[in-house]
């Protein structure tokens, strides 16, 4: 059996902890997922994972062959670009991740038109509200937003990203619009759990005010609080690219719109400038120069 997909068999077993999931994500049968694992511990003399009926974890020789794995397989694929780069075309496999909100919203078009330039580049998208290990996950590009980005890896910024208050025009009609930000506390509000949850901060030229919400409905993930908007739910905290195309049609308006919220970025992050491939290069250029004109203004 070819050993490189032994390896890489093994190390997205380690990532998921899971047969089947690694089984799902690469395409094969759990019995061959299995297959896999089993022959690269023959090969190696020694037991990589322990296995139960509800987890499996790696054991101290699977500790070191993850790491020796990890190292063969980024080796691998920068071979494989060295070998192809005299002919000028991008090949190989990028494996990138971005919030759920901002793939649906931005990210699976861009990916789109950036494998329309580049045909011979694959590209594995992971949307996700976690913060990934972007060396042990072999991410090539994570693209987050924030305030404050993780200071261990090298930043881009791609563009600002903006929020605004919106709610329905049903919701508006039955609790009416409020007025000044205190009278946001009587408002049925939908809350992002990862960002300003409980506590709105909202600036006008040089007013401050801080507003602590009632969040009857709360979620970890941005579109699903969208939908519970859209749906006549409360009033909720929206990125830009998310919620101007709803203001543009008129399924939401605007709460408070003389009111700013706090601004963030949009970066592109990877671990280091060092080793950065030609395809990756090409693809953060890509976005850098899509998203100098905001596609959502």
Known sequence: MDRLTAMQVF?????SGSFSATADKLDMSRA???RYVGTLEQWLGARLLQRT???????DAGESCLRRSQQ???LMDNVQEETHRHDGVLRGQLRIT???SFAYAQMAAAVVDFLQLYPALKIDLNASEGALNLVEARIDLAIRISAEPDP???GR???PCSSVLVASPAYLRAHGVPQLPADLAAHRC???ANFGKSLWKLQRRDAYEEVSVGSHFSGNEATAMLQAALAGGGIAMQPTYLANPHLRQGSLEAVLPQWALPSMDIYALYPSRKHLSPAVRALLDFLVERFAQIPWA
């Open 11 to 15: 190390v997205e077993v380690a990532r």
């Open 53 to 59: 009926t509800r987890s499996v974890t790696l054991t």
């Open 98 to 100: 971005c919030s759920v």
């Open 190 to 192: 939908l809350s992002y």
């Open 72 to 74: 063969m397989l980024a």
């Open 152 to 154: 261990t890896l090298i």
């Open 32 to 34: 061959m997922v299995t």
């Open 157 to 159: 910024v791609l563009a």
